[in-house]
């Protein structure tokens, strides 16, 4: 279970790239451990390393203040490509806790919202100006606050929307599968009910062919 | 009067729980896949929170990613891949979950066996650890990928809450070309509308083109739906779908199936269902497509030429297509069937059923690979693989060089690798950087063009080569 997150203020670090994928948030290779956990090392990795494992010192979450950064600017459709949640886990272990970008992958994004990694959709003009902020040192700290639902940086105040559920899930760092287990005899009806009309949706039928 | 409804509507309405509060809906599903790449965690978190899994039967689990494509009857070497295998069959067994050994007959990768076993079938929802689950849509269901949290609670609960996503409607008129393929089809659509155009919506895919493809061509079609940014596409139920499924293992049988195919029969969008967004696509005009970039939607005809950036209006574009050219190692104005490549992967769960392998196979005609060039066919699933053997087709690929080995997702994420620099034709679906190895560069194509590319050394426009036939 996430720990909630309501109001964060830190240091934001810019990635100009667009259609940042899951590979490079979190290169399948590189992996060791499927654990939570052990992951922060993985975190862009190919941009954090060089192949022989040594630190780029050019890269940005390699120098100070951005290695410190809890607020991450990136281009458009960030966390595309595979399902992998150790992308999401990786980035949160090295310390991020929020994302800002003009689109998400799908499955990133809800991922992220499991996890208490706050995903946050500006229009690209505002990503685009955040990131300039986040580039200079003086005006690299932000404000997210999910209670009010706005970005503070660079004196100004933009407003985001995110969906009620995964609103609610990272404020409270609520237990999903204990919230829908709270609903079992619902399901359990549910359950009678559809397997009277469709039985063969509900489970196979016919099992499993033994090899 | 009722409101006409979508396909994804109806299918969507049949399986909602209860609305909750927040505005998603608690849904039932049918039938989740579980593969060693994303989902042994989510047995661990269940056992240590002491939750048994609520419907045992509606999973099946089957190690995909990591069993090796050579030496598969060989002891594992050890390793993360083998601690994966055998941690999803220990934990299969222990929750009570159906498990396919990663040794047997079934085995295969999970978007290629869930529709040949008949596991999915039209109207249900499916979901699995894997972005390419949209592949099953083709059946005419709901599928989508998940990350192991959310497969975490499929397993705890056999429920999801999840909020309906708007909707696309992607109509395809006209016939496609001899020589043109649904993996034509989908990277020129992916090309149209950017690897984002999809994104928060489920696609339908409509017309005539669409009709006229064969179930294993609307597989292929629906599985690259997440490169164009829909995390589900889906093609209604038609005569083909249930000739497709009628037989297969787990598919239903006698008074059952003709149930089932009563309910399936009423699925498909409503005439007058109102779709959020339309795209139109003229497929008549779609040529053989290879990409050329590091993200799907750089893509171009094989009789075109690798762009400009400087002639992307967007400049953000523009400076994606540098960097990507970059890594590629090419020029812009270069034509496509210029591109020299260095091996060919024929495999994943877009392009290895037995249509794409007989598609392939069929342009060998006695030729063998070009001097310099590698290849290695991995069959989507040990059926398959069998069925290709029993037609002959390892010995066409073998007697041309190709390496005919078993069934995995092997080099479409990385689990086989080429040398760094290496220049793959790929019938997989992601050509990003470094997926297929260190500085790897990958061109995806469809299955016939990788395998004409591995013949001339380079790209050719395969619509001549079938004429020239």
């Known amino acids: 279970m996430p720990e909630p997150l309501r109001r964060l203020t830190g240091i934001a670090a810019a990635l100009p790239i667009e259609n940042v994928d899951t590979d490079m948030i979190y290169p399948g290779s590189t992996g060791k451990s499927?654990?939570?956990g052990d992951q922060a090392?993985?975190?862009?990795?190919?941009?954090?390393?060089?192949?022989?494992?040594?630190?780029?010192?050019?890269?940005?979450?390699?120098?100070?203040?951005?290695?410190?950064?809890?607020?991450?600017?990136?281009?458009d459709n960030f966390g595309c490509g595979s399902s992998r949640e150790m992308a999401v886990w990786a980035l949160h272990e090295w310390g991020l806790r929020s994302i800002i970008a003009p689109r998400f992958g799908d499955i990133f994004y809800n991922n992220c919202c499991l996890n208490g990694l706050l995903p946050v959709r500006l229009e690209r003009p505002i990503v685009d100006r955040l990131m300039a902020l986040a580039q200079d040192p003086a005006t690299a700290t932000m404000t997210v606050d999910l209670q009010r639902c706005v970005v503070e940086a660079g004196g100004e105040t933009y407003s985001f929307d995110i969906e009620q559920r995964a609103r609610e899930g990272l404020l409270e760092g609520l237990d999903a599968i204990g919230m829908t287990l709270a609903s079992a005899d619902r399901?359990?009806?549910?359950?009678?009910?559809?397997?009277?009309?469709?039985?063969?949706?509900?489970?196979p039928t016919r099992p499993l062919p033994q090899a | 009067m009722t409101k006409p409804q979508t396909s994804f509507e109806k299918i969507w309405a049949a399986h909602v729980i209860e609305q909750l509060e927040d505005g998603s809906d608690l849904l039932w599903i049918d039938r989740h896949l579980v593969n060693e790449g994303t989902s042994v965690q989510a047995f661990i978190e269940l056992e240590e929170r002491g939750l048994p899994v609520a419907r045992p039967t509606m999973n099946l689990s089957v190690a995909d990613h990591f069993p090796p494509t050579r030496g598969r009857h060989d002891p594992l070497k050890p390793g993360w891949g083998r601690d994966l295998i055998f941690g999803l069959r220990d934990a299969s067994q222990r929750a009570g979950v159906p498990h396919i050994d990663y040794l047997a007959n079934d085995q295969g990768i999970c978007h290629v066996i869930g529709p040949e076993l008949g596991f999915v079938l039209p109207g249900m929802i499916a979901v699995c650890g894997d972005s390419h689950?949209?592949?099953?849509?083709?059946?005419?269901?709901?599928?989508?990928?998940?990350?192991?949290?959310?497969?975490?609670?499929?397993?705890?609960?056999?429920?999801?809450?999840s909020r309906m996503p708007k909707s696309m409607a992607v109509e395809l008129s006209g016939q496609l070309a001899a020589g043109v393929t649904a993996k034509d089809l989908?990277?020129?659509?992916?090309?149209?509308?950017?690897?984002?155009?999809?994104?928060?919506?489920a696609i339908e895919y409509r017309g005539?083109?669409?009709?006229?493809?064969?179930?294993?061509?609307?597989?292929?079609?629906?599985?690259?739906?997440?490169?164009?940014?829909?995390?589900?596409?889906?093609?209604?139920?038609?005569?083909?779908t249930y000739a497709y499924l009628r037989g297969r293992p787990m598919a239903p049988e006698g008074a059952e199936w003709d149930r089932a195919e009563a309910w399936w029969r009423s699925l498909p969008s409503d005439p007058d269902a109102r779709f959020d967004r339309t795209i139109h696509i003229d497929a008549g005009g779609i040529?053989?497509?290879?990409?050329?970039?590091?993200?799907?939607?750089?893509?171009?005809?094989?009789?075109?030429?690798?762009?400009?950036?400087?002639?992307?209006?967007?400049?953000?574009?523009?400076?994606?297509?540098?960097?990507?050219?970059?890594?590629?190692?090419?020029m812009p104005g270069m034509k496509m069937s210029d591109i020299r490549i260095d091996q060919v992967f024929v495999g994943s769960c877009t392009n290895s059923r037995l249509s794409d392998l007989q598609d392939a196979a069929r342009l060998i005609r006695g030729r063998k690979l070009a001097v310099g060039v590698t290849g290695f066919i991995s069959p989507g699933s040990t059926r398959v693989k069998q069925r290709a053997e029993a037609e002959g087709l390892d010995v066409l690929f073998r007697e041309a060089g190709f390496e005919w080995r078993d069934s995995a997702c092997s080099m479409c994420c990385g689990i086989d690798t080429?040398?760094?620099?290496?220049?793959?034709?790929?019938?997989?679906?992601?050509?990003?950087?470094?997926?297929q190895g260190r500085e790897v560069r990958t061109h995806l194509v469809g299955p016939a063009m990788a395998v004409a590319a591995g013949l001339a050394g380079h790209f050719v426009d395969i619509r001549k080569e079938l004429a020239d036939a």
């Not at chain 1, 022989?52 to 940005?60: I, S, W």
């Not at chain 2, 006229?212 to 139920?237: D, F, K, Q, W």
């Open chain 1, 187 to 203: 399901i359990a009806q549910f359950g009678a009910a559809y397997r009277a009309a469709l039985p063969w949706n509900a489970e």
């Open chain 1, 34 to 36: 499927l654990k939570r």
């Open chain 2, 287 to 330: 040529a053989p497509q290879v990409t050329w970039g590091t993200s799907p939607q750089d893509v171009a005809p094989v009789d075109g030429k690798i762009p400009d950036p400087a002639s992307f209006a967007d400049p953000k574009r523009r400076e994606a297509a540098t960097r990507a050219l970059a890594y590629q190692g090419l």
């Open chain 2, 208 to 240: 005539e083109a669409v009709g006229a493809l064969e179930i294993e061509g609307r597989l292929t079609l629906c599985n690259m739906t997440i490169e164009a940014g829909a995390r589900s596409g889906l093609v209604a139920p038609d005569e083909k």
């Open chain 2, 133 to 161: 689950t949209s592949t099953l849509g083709a059946l005419g269901a709901i599928a989508f990928g998940i990350g192991t949290s959310e497969l975490t609670h499929v397993l705890a609960t056999g429920t999801l809450a």
């Open chain 2, 186 to 201: 989908i990277l020129a659509i992916i090309g149209e509308i950017g690897t984002a155009g999809g994104t928060g919506h």
């Open chain 2, 418 to 435: 080429a040398p760094p620099g290496t220049r793959v034709a790929a019938t997989s679906n992601r050509n990003f950087e470094n997926r």
């Open chain 1, 41 to 75: 090392r993985v975190a862009l990795h190919r941009l954090r390393f060089s192949p022989e494992g040594e630190e780029r010192p050019d890269f940005v979450l390699n120098k100070m203040p951005w290695r410190e950064a809890k607020i991450l600017v990136a281009g």
